[in-house]
C-alpha cells in the first residue's frame, strides 16, 4: 500500500478502534489471537460488519453480516465509496492534502449507485449505505482482510479497491485507523521484506533501481541481475514453456497446493532437476531429484520472522534436528562453498542479521539485543534510537508531506470470478481454513485434534434438499479441471448456491483439483477462492 | 493538520504501603503498589492477564479507614492511601484462607502456594478427618487435556481465559453454588462434545494443576516430570502470519509443554490449538526425515 | 451472538413457545435478525444488550417442563445469545431450578424448614405430604413466617406458582392487627383498600406525592429527606438522601431504580405485605424516585417464592401505566418513567444489592467488591439508586408531609416508623408497625407475649443475633442495638422459648449459610461449611478448644469476605454459644 508492503497498524489499535470492516477474513479460525485484539475492541464498543459468502465463525460476532456474491468484493467496495462521495462524507481536507487522482477516482465510481451494487453483490442497499455510512463517520476505523480478498484473479483490484476507501475517508495513517492484511504464514511478511520477492531486494528496495542495486552487490561483490523474477505462477508458465528446467523448492508444496494440481505437478515432474529442501518428504518432495532434508526454522534453529503488524521477533532453537537435517542458512552456506563462493564463510544467524541491518534502511535499528529486550520491534525503524513503528503512513497526517505527492487513488473496475456458473457447473465452491489445521496439513496433521471434522463439502440447507442429500453423505464433486469424492456438511450458515471446503487433507481429499488456476498477472495469486462446481450423489448410491 | 500520535497520559499516585511513600501510575492496584515497594504478596486468583476477580481474599491487606480488608489485586491505588500488609489481621486471614483451601482441595501441584502455606503457619488439617473435601475425578476425555477439579480453587482464572478476557468461546463456566459450585460444561458434557475449541487458555492460566495437558499429566502419572530439569527458549509460532510468541518448554530434548508470556504485547500469554499442540510434527512419532 | 456451540439437544414446541413469550416480555427481540438470505444482525453487542432477558427465560422453560432442560438452554442460547454453559451455570445457580429430569409432571410443594416453621412442626408436614404422594422440596425461609409451617407450589407444565392467597387474604386482619389504623405511615391502607384498584388507592392518598413532588422539585425533596433522616429498612441502615443525591450527581445518561424487594432474610415478611396489600404505594415511590434521581426506568426484583405480591404488583404497574402514572409522560408532567418486575429463582444472595443486579443482568448472582458502588456502578454498571419497598413507602410520607414531621418519629437516630416482623413462639405471630424506640419487651407484649417461657429473642434473622430476655428492656434503635451488639437488620424478630432444641436451631442456621454462600470467595465458601461441620461435631457437649477455631473462622470471615452474608455467617451462632444456648 502507497509503498513498502505491510498492515498499517498495530494489533493494540484495534482494541481502541470505533468501526471494523472485516472483508474476506475469517480471522476467528484463521488468526485466532489477532481475533482476541478484535474482540477486545469489540467489548469496548468498536462496531463490526462483516463482508464474506459465508457467515463464518468470524461474521457471527459482527452487527451486521453482508454476504456478498463471491468475487463482487469491487463492486461494494465502489457502491460503499459512491455513496460516501454521493453523501458528501467523504474527508475533503485529507483528500486535497494527502492523496491524488481524486477526480478519475470519483469518475470511476458512477455506476456503481445503490441500485447497480445491491444487483452486482446481492447485498441490500439498506445494508450497503450502512456501513458506508458508519465507516465514513467513524472517528477510527480499519478494514481487514485476508485471502478472501487476495486469492482471486482480480486480487490487486481487490485490495486497491479497500485502499481507496480508506483514503477517501482518511482512514489511514493515524493510531485506531488503517488498513491490515492479515498474514497467512508466520513469515510470509518476513519474506518479502527479506527480499523473497521477483521484483525487491531487502527492505522493499527496487531490483530496478540501480542505487538500491549498487548498494548491495558494493557489500556482496558481484552483480545483481537488473530484472525483475518471477514470481510463482508464472515460473509455472515458464515451465510450461521449457523456460525453466530447474527447480530448487525450500520449504514449499506446490505439488499439492497450486491450484489445479493435476497440471502443477506434471510440470514438476517435466523438470530436468527439481531439489527440495524441506523438513518432510512432501509430495513435492516425493517428485524430487534431490532432497535436502532441513531442520524446524522456529524450534531447531536461530533467527526472525515478522508478523502482520510489522513485528521482527526472533526464533531460537529448542530441540536439535532429528537426523542429519540441518539448518536452511548452513545448507545454503555449504552449497556456496561447493560453487567455489568460499567468501560466504561461515555467518552465524546474527552475523547475516547484521548485513541485512546495514542494507536494509527499516531494520537499520533493530539489533537482536533490542529484539530480545524489547519484544520485538515494528518496522520501520531505522536506527538504535527508534521506538519503531506502530502504524504506517503518519506523513500523510503532516502538514509538509516533504515533496511526496499524495497517496494514489486507484480506479479499479469490478469483475466477477473468471469461472461463471453453468447449467453444468451450478454451484460456486470457495475454500479456506479451519481453526484447528493449517494449509496443507503437513504441520497440523500429526497434531491430535478433538475437533476435526476432516474434510467435507459445506452446503445450504436448501441446496442438500434439492439434491436429496443428506448430511454426512459422501458426493461426487465435480468442477472443469477434476473430480473428488468427499462427505457433504449441512450448513444453514452458508447461503444457497455456495459451497465450502478446506484444503487440509489432500491425502484423503484433493481439493485444489477442483480450484481454479486463473492467476492475478500482478500478484501472481491463483483463485482458490471461485470455481464453479457441480455435486452429484455417488453412481450406486440409493437416491 | 498534525500527526495523530499514539496516545500516551501516565499521572501518577503517591500512596502509604507499610509507612513508605509509594509512587505508581494512575490506575494500578495496590497490588502494583506491593509490587513496586518490593513487597511480596501471596496471590492465585489474581493474573496480569485477566481481569481481577477479588475471589480467593489471599492477597488482602489493611486499609486505613476500611472497616474491611480489601483485596489489593483489584482494589485501585489512590493519593493518600494508607495500606498495611503484614498486620496480624492480614496475616490472619492469609493463613485462613490457605489453610481453608488445604482442607479441601488437593493443593499438591500449587507450588506457587506451599511457601506461603509455612510463611503463614496454615494448618489444614485442624478441621477433622470429616471436614468434606471436593472429591471428584480426573476427567480424561480426549488426547489433550485432563481435568481434575480436585485440584481446583475456584478461581475463575479458566472461565476468564474461556471467556470475556480471552477467547470468547464459553464452554466452561461456574455451575452450582456455595462448596457445590463447580467449574462445569453446560449439564457437565464431554469437553469434546463441548463448545471447547482446545486453545488451552485455560491450562495457561490454572494455578493448581486442576486443568492440566495431557503430555504433563502422563508424564506425572509416570513420576517422571521433572520441571527442575526442562528448558524454556521463547520463539515464534509457525503457524498463521499473527506471531505469537511461544515459550517451549523441553525435557529430555523433547518438547513437554507449550505456553506463552502473560506480558508478550501480541498474546497476553493466550494461544490458539495449532500454537498450543500443532508442535508434535516437530517430534512424530514416525520418522520425519525422508 | 458469537459463534456458539450447541449440543443437539432441541426444545420441544410448548418449552419453545414459552421461552420465546418471556424474551418477548422483556421486550427483546431474538438476538439473529434475518434481513434477507444475506443479511444477518447479530453479533456481540446484540446478545450483550439481550442477556438480561435470561433469568426470565429460564423460569419459562422452569415452569413449562419443571426442569431445566438441555433442549431449553440451547433454545435460550439461539435467541439471547448467551452461551449454553453460562446458561446451565446462571441456572445452577439458583434453588428453585431442577437441573435434572425429575421423571414427573406434578407440581412441587416447597416447605420451608428455616426457624419459626422449623419449631413449628415442619418436618412432620413434610413428612405426611411425602406420605400422600405430594412433591416436596425442603426450603430455606419462604417470608411467611406468620402462619408457620410456610409453603410454597411451584406450577409444572405451565401451571402458575403459588401460595394459599384465600387464606392470606383472610388472615389479613390477624397478622397484622393494626392493619388500617390511620395514624400509621405504612399500615394506614392495608385492609382498607382494594390492592387491586387504583381508584381505591387515590382515594386514599395514593399519588398526592407525586403531584407534590413534582411541586417541589428534586432538590427540595433531596433535604427533606436529609431532615426526615431516613435510612435503609433492609438491614444496612444507609441514608436514603445521601444514595440518592449520588445517583442524582453521577455522569450518565441512563440511570436506574431498582426496588430490591428479594425479601429473603429468614424471619422477614414485611415488604411481601406491602406489595400484596398496598402495592400502588411502591409504584409511586419508585416514580417519585426516578424523578428526583433522573433515572428513566426501574425494576422490582421480587423473590420467586412470593408469587401473590408479583401478581399484585404487576397489576399495579399495568394499571398505573394505562392510567398514564407511568410511562412517558407521566401525570402530564414531561417525566417519563418505567417499572418492570423480574423474579429472582431462590438465591438469599440475591438479596445483596451487587448479587441482584448481577442476577438482574442475566448472570450468577455473585456480588461485587465494592467500591464502587451503585450510585455510581449499579445495574448495568450504571448509576443506580436501590432501595428496599419500605423505605421507599417512607418516601411517600417524607414528601406529603415534610422531613421535620417524620423526623419527630422515632429517636434523635433512628427516625420515623418500621416494621417488624415477629415470629416463632409469640401468641400472635405478624406485621407490626411502631415508631423506633420501642422497646423490645413493649413489642412483644403488643402481640400478645410469648408463647412459653421466653428463652430468647432472634434479632434481625438469619444474619442477626440471638438476644437474652435483658434485652426487654432494649429500646429497638439503630444505636441501641449497636451498642447491645446486636442489629435490627431487617427487622425480624423471632422468639425461642424454653422448650426450644437449640441445638437443632443452630445448626439450621448454621446450614441456612452453608446453602446460601454464592461459592465466590474463598473465606464464606469454605468458612459455612467448616462452621457448620464444626456444630455438628461439637453438638450436644462443649465446644471446649473449638471455640478457637470458631473465632479464628468468624474473623476471617468478617474481614475477607466480599459481602455481607460472609460478614454476618457467623454472628448467630457466636451469639448462641454466648448466651448458652448451645455448647454449654
Request: proline letters at 5%; glycine letters at 10%; aromatic letters at 6%.
Amino acid at each position: 500500500m502507497f509503498g513498502a508492503g505491510g498492515g498499517t497498524v498495530s494489533y493494540k489499535e484495534i482494541e481502541e478502534t470505533d468501526v471494523i470492516l472485516l472483508w474476506g477474513s475469517n480471522a476467528r479460525e484463521a488468526h485466532p489471537i489477532f481475533f482476541h485484539h478484535l474482540m477486545q475492541g469489540l467489548q469496548n464498543g468498536a462496531r463490526m460488519y462483516a463482508v464474506d459468502p459465508r457467515r463464518t465463525s468470524s461474521a457471527k460476532f459482527a452487527d451486521l453480516w453482508l454476504g456478498l456474491e463471491l468475487g463482487s468484493d469491487v463492486a461494494l467496495a465502489n457502491t460503499v465509496a459512491n455513496y460516501i462521495v454521493n453523501n458528501d462524507l467523504h474527508n475533503k481536507a485529507f483528500i486535497e492534502h494527502s492523496t491524488s487522482g481524486f477526480d478519475a477516482y470519483v469518475d470511476s465510481l458512477a455506476e456503481y449507485t445503490l441500485e447497480r451494487g445491491e444487483e452486482l453483490t446481492g447485498v441490500p442497499a439498506a445494508a450497503i449505505a450502512e456501513m458506508a455510512r458508519t465507516y465514513a463517520t467513524a472517528e477510527t476505523a480499519q478494514i481487514l482482510w485476508t485471502l478472501g480478498i487476495t486469492e482471486h484473479h482480480n486480487a490487486v483490484d481487490n485490495v486497491l479497491a479497500l485502499c481507496n476507501l480508506a483514503l477517501l475517508t482518511g482512514h489511514v495513517g493515524r493510531w485506531g485507523s488503517g488498513l491490515v492484511p492479515l498474514r497467512g504464514q508466520n513469515n510470509v511478511q518476513g519474506g518479502g521484506d527479506m527480499g523473497a520477492l521477483p521484483n525487491k531486494l531487502p527492505g522493499f528496495q527496487n531490483v530496478s533501481d540501480p542505487d538500491h542495486r549498487a548498494k548491495f552487490e558494493a557489500v556482496y561483490g558481484r552483480p545483481i541481475p537488473p530484472e525483475e523474477g518471477l514470481h510463482l505462477t508464472l515460473m509455472f508458465e515458464a515451465m510450461e514453456r521449457g523456460e525453466i528446467t530447474a527447480a530448487y523448492v525450500i520449504g514449499e508444496n506446490p505439488a499439492d497446493s497450486e491450484a489445479d494440481i493435476a497440471h502443477a505437478r506434471k510440470l514438476l515432474r517435466g523438470l530436468d532437476l527439481l531439489v527440495v529442501q524441506d523438513i518432510f518428504l512432501t509430495r513435492t518432495a516425493e517428485l524430487a531429484d534431490v532432497v535436502l532434508p532441513a531442520s524446524v526454522g522456529w524450534a531447531e534453529c536461530e533467527g526472525t520472522v515478522t508478523s502482520s503488524e510489522r513485528r521482527v521477533q526472533r526464533v531460537r532453537a529448542a530441540v536439535p534436528p532429528p537426523g542429519l537435517a540441518r539448518h536452511d542458512q548452513d545448507i545454503l552456506r555449504d552449497l556456496a562453498h561447493a560453487m567455489g563462493y568460499v567468501e560466504w564463510g561461515n555467518p552465524s544467524s546474527e552475523d547475516l542479521w547484521e548485513e541485512l541491518r546495514s542494507l536494509s534502511p527499516m531494520h537499520g535499528g533493530m539489533t537482536y539485543a533490542r529484539l530480545e529486550s524489547e519484544s520485538g520491534l515494528q518496522w520501520p525503524c531505522p536506527d538504535l534510537d527508534h521506538p519503531g513503528s506502530p502504524f504506517l503512513h503518519g506523513w500523510l497526517w503532516e502538514d509538509d508531506l516533504g515533496g511526496r505527492a499524495g497517496a494514489p487513488f486507484s480506479p479499479v473496475v469490478a469483475q466477477g470470478p473468471k469461472e461463471e456458473l453453468t447449467e453444468e457447473f451450478p454451484l460456486r465452491l470457495t475454500t479456506g481454513r479451519a481453526l484447528d489445521s493449517y494449509n496443507t496439513g503437513v504441520q497440523s496433521g500429526s497434531m491430535e485434534s478433538p475437533i476435526r471434522y476432516g474434510n467435507a463439502l459445506d452446503m445450504n440447507p436448501a441446496d442438500a434438499d434439492r439434491l436429496q442429500l443428506s448430511d454426512g453423505e459422501t458426493v461426487k464433486v465435480t468442477s472443469p479441471r477434476g473430480t473428488v469424492d468427499m462427505p457433504i456438511r449441512i450448513q444453514p450458515d452458508i447461503p444457497v448456491g455456495l459451497t465450502f471446503t478446506t484444503f487440509h487433507f489432500p491425502e484423503l481429499v484433493d481439493t485444489n483439483l477442483l480450484t481454479n488456476d486463473a492467476w492475478d498477472k500482478r500478484s501472481g495469486t491463483a483463485e482458490f477462492k471461485a470455481a464453479a462446481i457441480r455435486v452429484d450423489k455417488l453412481v450406486g448410491a440409493a437416491s | 493538520m498534525t500527526i495523530a500520535e499514539v496516545p500516551q497520559t501516565e499521572t501518577m499516585v503517591t500512596l502509604t504501603i507499610d509507612g513508605a511513600a509509594v509512587t505508581v501510575p494512575e490506575g494500578s492496584t495496590v497490588l502494583d503498589a506491593c509490587s513496586a515497594a518490593g513487597i511480596d504478596t501471596p496471590t492465585l486468583c489474581y493474573a496480569e492477564n485477566l481481569t481481577p476477580v477479588n475471589a480467593c481474599r489471599v492477597c488482602v491487606v489493611e486499609q486505613e479507614g476500611s472497616r474491611t480488608l480489601v483485596p489489593s489485586c483489584s482494589r485501585q491505588a489512590e493519593p493518600d492511601m494508607e495500606i498495611k500488609t503484614d498486620t496480624e489481621r492480614v496475616r490472619h486471614s492469609r493463613k485462613m484462607v490457605l489453610e481453608f483451601l488445604g482442607s479441601g482441595v488437593d493443593l499438591s501441584q500449587a507450588d506457587q502456594l506451599h511457601g506461603w502455606m509455612d510463611h503463614y503457619g496454615a494448618e489444614p488439617d485442624r478441621y477433622g478427618s470429616d471436614a468434606i473435601r471436593i472429591n471428584e475425578d480426573v476427567k480424561i476425555q480426549d488426547s489433550l487435556y485432563i481435568r481434575d477439579y480436585d485440584k481446583c480453587v475456584l478461581c475463575y482464572k479458566c472461565v476468564e481465559a474461556c471467556g470475556d478476557d480471552a477467547q470468547m468461546t464459553f464452554a466452561i463456566a461456574v455451575s452450582g453454588r456455595g462448596f457445590d459450585a463447580r467449574i462445569s460444561t453446560e449439564f457437565d458434557v464431554t469437553l469434546p462434545d463441548s463448545a471447547c475449541v482446545y486453545c488451552g487458555n485455560c491450562v495457561g492460566v490454572c494455578p493448581t494443576g486442576a486443568i492440566q495437558f495431557k503430555t504433563e499429566y502422563d508424564l506425572r502419572e509416570a513420576d517422571d516430570w521433572r520441571p527442575e530439569e526442562q528448558s524454556v527458549t521463547q520463539t515464534v509460532c509457525s503457524y498463521c502470519g499473527v506471531g505469537c510468541n511461544l515459550e517451549l518448554h523441553v525435557q529430555d530434548e523433547k518438547i513437554v509443554k507449550v505456553t506463552s508470556p502473560a506480558d508478550h504485547s501480541v498474546t497476553h500469554g493466550h494461544l490458539c490449538i495449532k500454537g498450543r499442540f500443532g508442535w508434535t510434527y516437530v517430534q512424530p512419532t514416525i520418522e520425519r526425515r525422508p | 451472538m458469537t459463534d456458539l456451540h450447541l449440543t443437539s439437544d432441541r426444545a420441544n414446541a410448548a418449552e419453545a413457545a414459552a421461552i420465546d413469550a418471556a424474551i418477548a416480555q422483556c421486550g427483546v427481540d431474538p438476538v439473529l435478525t434475518h434481513e434477507g438470505d444475506r443479511l444477518i444482525r447479530g453479533g456481540l453487542h446484540r446478545a450483550n444488550e439481550r442477556r438480561h432477558a435470561l433469568l426470565p427465560a429460564l423460569h419459562a422453560l422452569h415452569n413449562t417442563s419443571g426442569w431445566i432442560s438441555h433442549g431449553g438452554v440451547n433454545h435460550i442460547a439461539e435467541k439471547l445469545g448467551v452461551p449454553p454453559a453460562e446458561g446451565y451455570g446462571v441456572a445452577s445457580f439458583y434453588e428453585m431450578f431442577r437441573m435434572d429430569d425429575p421423571g414427573h409432571t406434578d407440581d412441587v410443594v416447597h416447605v420451608c424448614v428455616d426457624g419459626a416453621c422449623q419449631i413449628a412442626g415442619a418436618d412432620g408436614v413434610i413428612v405426611s405430604l411425602e406420605a400422600e404422594g405430594t412433591k416436596v422440596h425442603r426450603s430455606p425461609c419462604l417470608g411467611q413466617c406468620e402462619r408457620a409451617p410456610a409453603m410454597f407450589v411451584q406450577g409444572n407444565q405451565g401451571r402458575d406458582d403459588r401460595v394459599d392467597a384465600d387464606s392470606q387474604m383472610a388472615d389479613a386482619a390477624k397478622v397484622i392487627p393494626q392493619q388500617g389504623e390511620p395514624q400509621l405511615q405504612l399500615l394506614r391502607r392495608m385492609g382498607v383498600t382494594d390492592p387491586t384498584s387504583l381508584d381505591d388507592y387515590v382515594a386514599y392518598g395514593g399519588y398526592s406525592a407525586l403531584t407534590r413532588a413534582f411541586e417541589m422539585g428534586a432538590d427540595a425533596i433531596l433535604d427533606e429527606m436529609e431532615t426526615a433522616g431516613l435510612k435503609g429498612r433492609g438491614g444496612a441502615a444507609f441514608p436514603t438522601a445521601f444514595k440518592w443525591r449520588g445517583v442524582k450527581a453521577a455522569e450518565g445518561d441512563t440511570k436506574w431504580i431498582v426496588v430490591n424487594a428479594d425479601e429473603s432474610e429468614p424471619g422477614t415478611f414485611k415488604d411481601r405485605h406491602l406489595m400484596e396489600l398496598d402495592p400502588f404505594s411502591i409504584v409511586e415511590a419508585a416514580t417519585i424516585a426516578g424523578f428526583v434521581t433522573g433515572a428513566q426506568k426501574g425494576y422490582v426484583y421480587i423473590r420467586g417464592e412470593y408469587p401473590l405480591a408479583t401478581e399484585r404488583l404487576q397489576n399495579a404497574i399495568d394499571t398505573a401505566r394505562t392510567r398514564g402514572f407511568l410511562g412517558s409522560s407521566i401525570a402530564g408532567s414531561s417525566l417519563g418513567f418505567e417499572l418492570e418486575i423480574r423474579r429472582g429463582a431462590g438465591a438469599y444472595i440475591c438479596g445483596e444489592e451487587t448479587a441482584l443486579f448481577e442476577s438482574l443482568e442475566g448472570f450468577r448472582g455473585e456480588p461485587r467488591q465494592k467500591p464502587p458502588f451503585p450510585t455510581t456502578h449499579g445495574l448495568f454498571k450504571q448509576p443506580t439508586a436501590i432501595n428496599n419497598p419500605e423505605t421507599l413507602v417512607n418516601v411517600l410520607g417524607i414528601v406529603l408531609n415534610g422531613g421535620e414531621a417524620f423526623a419527630q418519629i422515632g429517636t434523635k437516630d433512628s427516625t420515623g416508623p418500621r416494621l417488624f416482623c415477629l415470629s416463632g413462639h409469640v401468641v400472635n405471630p405478624g406485621l407490626y408497625e411502631v415508631p423506633f424506640g420501642v422497646t423490645l419487651g413493649d413489642l412483644i407484649d403488643m402481640a400478645g407475649g410469648p408463647v412459653g417461657d421466653l428463652r430468647t429473642v432472634l434479632l434481625g434473622g438469619a444474619a442477626g443475633s440471638f438476644v437474652g430476655t435483658d434485652a426487654l428492656t432494649m429500646p429497638l434503635t439503630f444505636e441501641d442495638t449497636r451498642a447491645a451488639g446486636a442489629s435490627l437488620g431487617s427487622g425480624v424478630v423471632k422468639l425461642f422459648n424454653t422448650d426450644t432444641n437449640f441445638t437443632a436451631v443452630v445448626q439450621r442456621i448454621a446450614e441456612f449459610f452453608r446453602n446460601e454462600s454464592c461459592g465466590q470467595c474463598v473465606p464464606c465458601r469454605v468458612g459455612v461449611v467448616r462452621q457448620h461441620e464444626l456444630l455438628i461435631r461439637t453438638a450436644g457437649r462443649s465446644l471446649n478448644g473449638e471455640r478457637a477455631l470458631l473465632d479464628d473462622m468468624d474473623l476471617v470471615m468478617k474481614d475477607s469476605s466480599i459481602c455481607g452474608l460472609g460478614h454476618t455467617a457467623s454472628t448467630a451462632v457466636r451469639s448462641a454459644i454466648d448466651l448458652g444456648l448451645i455448647g454449654a
